[in-house]
């Protein structure tokens, strides 16, 4: 139980142009979804709390206007990286926390998002 | 101050031999969680362990174990009888806060050696 389903898996697109990626909860609610970010053998870097109905809270330093998030339903957050350049070039996993969890549950992960822009 | 600290960016163990990878967070919060995940290669971040900071006893799963120190404000992972697929990159994080936000250490490349 408790997949998070992300795709794509790997998206090459070229600079100036948009992408869109989507994470969702297969096999349970997910009120709660997380954007992470993650350079090349480097650690991950929380973007953005996605809330289901709500807007999004960002963590300083992340454009909101770049990294747009939208958390129509309980299984579904997207990530839309507007206007691509090449230093949005970068590895993008998202993770997704059940309705009703326990304090001890970790964080379900989708198997993340490759994006390169030439 | 970084929430969680891993000053160990990369070991290696000799296979079927135990290693122990550092952890230290730094917290206010009475209650908060400390996790440890495995990130192969291939990106996917894999859940090993969990510890509550209420928690008594030393949480153990298979292979794994956490040595919690407290007072120390620790959380290191063993992995007895290491195995070559357990090489891979390895993350602390810790869940506190109203929001329950996660926060990642920096990693520990663990190479196994045959």
């Known amino acids: 139980g408790a997949v998070v389903s992300q795709h794509p898996s790997w998206v090459i697109c070229k600079s100036g142009t948009s992408v869109k990626i989507e994470c969702r909860s297969l096999d349970f609610q997910a009120t709660t979804m997380f954007w992470y970010r993650q350079f090349p053998k480097q650690s991950l870097m929380l973007m953005a709390t996605s809330n289901e109905g709500s807007k999004a809270t960002y963590e300083q330093g992340v454009e909101k206007d770049k990294f747009l998030i939208n958390h129509a339903s309980l299984t579904l957050s997207t990530l839309t990286v507007t206007s691509a350049h090449p230093e949005d070039s970068s590895f993008y996993i998202c993770?997704?926390?059940?309705?009703?969890?326990?304090?001890?549950?970790?964080?379900?992960f989708g198997n993340g998002t490759r994006l390169t822009v030439t | 101050a970084q929430k969680i600290t891993q000053t160990q960016p990369g070991m290696f163990v000799q296979e079927k031999e135990a290693v122990t990878l550092d952890c230290t967070y730094d917290?206010?919060?009475?209650?908060?969680?400390l996790f440890w995940y495995k990130q192969p290669s291939s990106g996917e971040m894999i859940f090993l362990i969990y510890?509550?900071?209420?928690?008594?006893q030393n949480a153990t799963e298979g292979r794994y174990s956490l040595n919690f120190q407290k007072a120390r404000k620790s959380a290191n992972l063993v992995i007895s009888a290491s195995q070559l697929g357990d090489s891979a990159m390895y993350f602390c994080?810790?869940?506190?806060?109203?929001?329950?936000?996660?926060?990642f250490g920096t990693g520990t490349s663990l190479t196994v050696i045959p």
């Open positions: 994080a810790m869940r506190e806060g109203l929001r329950g936000q996660f926060y």
């Open positions: 917290t206010s919060d009475p209650s908060y969680g």
């Open positions: 510890q509550g900071s209420y928690d008594q």
């Open positions: 993770s997704a926390r059940e309705v009703a969890e326990p304090t001890n549950s970790p964080l379900h």
